[in-house]
T-cell receptor, first 113, second 115 residues
Framework: DAGVTQSPTHLIKTRGQQVTLRCSPK?????VSWYQQALGQGPQFIFQ???????QRGNFPDRFSGHQFPNYSSELNVNALLLGDSALYLCASCLGSGANVLTFGAGSRLTVL | QQQVKQSPQSLIVQKGGIPIINCAYENTAFDYFPWYQQFPGKGPALLIAIRPDVSEKKEGRFTISFNKSAKQFSLHIMDSQPGDSATYFC??????????????WGLGTSLAVNP
């Protein structure tokens, strides 16, 4: 049973560029959340998707956007990249938007130069 | 404003020791308190979790102690092993009016267990 899969695992971008990160939830899960984890810090909640809608959002600018597809997979898009966007981006899935138990992927490491 | 405060930032113990990691929270609406373990290059993995109506929970060598009145909770690792060397995060969550949850995380504790 595959867990949460994320792609790409690593990528390097330059300031001002745009990036798309992808996530496939664990089999049987229908809700996807995205977190940003800066080096040496705890994850910060970006947003949550359920039933193809953004259900709640953390304190992130509109440059961060997402999408959930009918098969429950999700994308995170970041526009106009800043150096400070360099981080590990984690995708977590669960069954139901109010569920407690999250399963995390290994993350996508984004470096902005 | 850090809603979940975690200490210490790093911890070194000898094999067999009992490392203790502490967390404090402010929001009394939090109703779920998990601990996650993260190894380098991996995503966080749920270790153990507790609800505020319980004062202690044990799973194997891991124990959570919860003090609702003090708004504090802690993780104890019994008979620690070198394989427990990882970063540990406490977190807290509550459910909003739309039946949605999000996790608020501590800053993490880097644990090293020496052989």
């Amino acid at each position: 049973d595959a867990g949460v899969t994320q792609s790409p695992t690593h990528l390097i971008k330059t300031r001002g560029q745009q990036v798309t990160l992808r996530c496939s939830p664990k089999s049987g899960h229908d809700t996807v959340s995205w977190y940003q984890q800066a080096l040496g810090q705890g994850p910060q909640f970006i947003f949550q998707y359920y039933e193809e809608e953004e259900r709640q959002r953390g304190n992130f600018p509109d440059r961060f956007s997402g999408h959930q597809f009918p098969n429950y997979s999700s994308e995170l898009n970041v526009n106009a990249l800043l150096l400070g966007d360099s981080a590990l981006y984690l995708c977590a899935s669960c069954l139901g938007s109010g569920a407690n138990v999250l399963t995390f992927g290994a993350g996508s490491r984004l470096t902005v130069l | 404003q850090q809603q979940v405060k975690q200490s210490p930032q790093s911890l070194i113990v000898q094999k067999g020791g009992i490392p203790i990691i502490n967390c404090a929270y402010e929001n009394t609406a939090f109703d779920y308190f998990p601990w996650y373990q993260q190894f380098p290059g991996k995503g966080p993995a749920l270790l153990i979790a507790i609800r505020p109506d319980v004062s202690e929970k044990k799973e194997g060598r891991f124990t959570i102690s919860f003090n609702k009145s003090a708004k504090q909770f802690s993780l104890h690792i019994m008979d620690s092993q070198p394989g427990d060397s990882a970063t540990y995060f406490c977190a807290a969550s509550s459910i909003n009016a739309g039946n949605n949850r999000k996790l608020i995380w501590g800053l993490g504790t880097s644990l090293a267990v020496n052989p």
